[in-house]
């Protein structure tokens, strides 16, 4: 017996005092198998809710880039923008340039939705005709001596929700076979182990492919479903208009431009077998991948650039849903959470059957969902065929 010293938490615990949720155990046992998202999920972030329905706020800074919207001549003092919300951020004071033609033009009065007061030429001895479909973005304000303060400006978050699903996986044995010696083992206990993998990976497919919805919302016994990541993802590269083709060039700049946009430096990419091998001949030209073992238990590829790091592991179940083999989800994992309904993470109920059937019922029971803190840091590559 050690004496111990100092302040103790449940971190310092081994699974022999401290037992683990099924989920955790499942996540442990086989980091590798069918549930790999749960297996990261379950050592990375997972919060209990107590309402079936939970919301967050999505925040960012406005990128503050505008568009013209039918033209103007080198003197106009009044641009034509289009209607996107960026010009109620240009007000009295601000600065605005024209990517096409360099000009610098500052804004003489608060500015609407869909259109600029401004002076021109700013610094030059005339403005420049300004076309249709323009871009421009506010380079910050200019006031003269002694003036008084400009117009405030705010903006709200916006609200994301989700509902926790309720997953129910169900065995039954029979008390003649449980009282049957068996040369294969005790058939309760394999049927319980393939029980705990099929209720993962339903858990996993549903964070995947599930769609938000709620049915008899306002009766006593609703039904909820969990929207999963490919039908929540906004940011897809859908590579069908493409004639399903992406060069090593066009991947790169998606990832500069688009999945290193947002969020972390290092990101996960689950990818079917397609798409792997993509990456693959990738590696083999420049990229020179290298096998991360034990990363939370799961097996990943570093594919490193200098826009970030792509983790990336082929999906097992990717191999076994239709369609999902020249497909890639990206996930920023800092910006994923698995929540619980409290007290109802994954557990075994035992005893679920009638008082006169001969029989012994089980069933694993999780009412979970996924929840998305941010939505732009998330990518979902599809119809991705060849590489040319």
Known sequence: MAGIQGLRGTGQFTSDFRPKNY???????????????????????????????????????????LVSDGGASASATTVAITDNNAGTFAVAGTLIVNSATGEVMRCTADSTATQLTVERGIGASAGATITTGDNLFIAGTAYSEGAAAPTGISFDATVASNFTQIFRTAFTVTETLRATNLRTGDKEDEMATKALKLHMQDIERAMFFGKKAEQNGSTAQPTRFTGGLINTITNVNDRSGSSNVMTEDQFDRALIEDVFAFGSAQKIMFCGAKVAGHLQKFGKDRWQPTVVEGTYGVNLTRYSTFAGDLMVHLHPQFRQVPGMDNAAVIIDFPHLKYRYME????????????????????EYLTECGLELLQDKTHHYIKNWNAVA
């Open 23 to 65: 989920r955790e155990l499942f996540s442990l046992l086989e980091p590798n198998g069918n549930a790999p998202l749960n297996a990261l999920l379950a050592m990375t972030s997972s919060e209990a809710t107590d309402d079936p329905e939970y919301k967050n706020f999505r925040d960012e800074l406005p990128a503050r880039a």
């Open 343 to 362: 007290g109802r993470d994954t557990q075994l109920l035992r005893d679920r059957q009638n008082n006169d059937v001969d029989a012994v019922k089980h």
